[in-house]
């Protein structure tokens, strides 16, 4: 079992800067693919981006260039650089975790934990 609690969200400006982090806990953290997804009012989950358990990353098309993920084994925690934040970042954001695995991080049923959420709200 894992828990996941996300911190960091809050309200900002356009263009602000936002750094969300994920915590974890259990042993095994370095083991688990960590993702950030993402849902507005209305809309559907979206995929924002993933770390794998190897380290590389990958992100959805909207926010490539502007977010970054990187992960810290030694404090089981993910985080999310958030840059030149905009109006439509405006969301709950979750952080998931699944047990190793590759491809498809897109994917959320693919996630075998979730966390809270944490409300990120830009304004113009």
């Known amino acids: 079992q894992v828990q996941l609690v996300e911190s960091g969200g809050g309200l900002v400006q356009a263009g602000d800067s936002l750094r969300l982090s994920c915590a974890a806990s259990?042993?095994?953290?370095?083991?688990?693919?960590m993702g950030w997804f993402r849902q507005a009012p209305g809309k559907e989950r979206e995929f924002v981006g993933a770390?794998?358990?190897?380290?590389?990353?990958y992100y959805g098309d909207s926010v490539k260039g502007r977010f970054t993920i990187s992960r810290d084994n030694a404090k089981n925690t993910v985080y999310l650089q958030m840059n030149s934040l905009k109006p439509e970042d405006t969301a709950v954001y979750y952080c998931?975790?699944?047990?190793?695995?590759?491809?498809?991080?897109?994917?959320?049923?693919?996630?075998?934990?979730w966390g809270q959420g944490t409300q990120v709200t830009v304004s113009s």
């Open positions: 770390i794998s358990w190897s380290s590389s990353t």
């Open positions: 998931a975790a699944r047990f190793l695995g590759s491809g498809s991080y897109h994917y959320h049923p693919l996630y075998d934990y």
């Open positions: 259990g042993r095994t953290f370095s083991r688990y693919t």
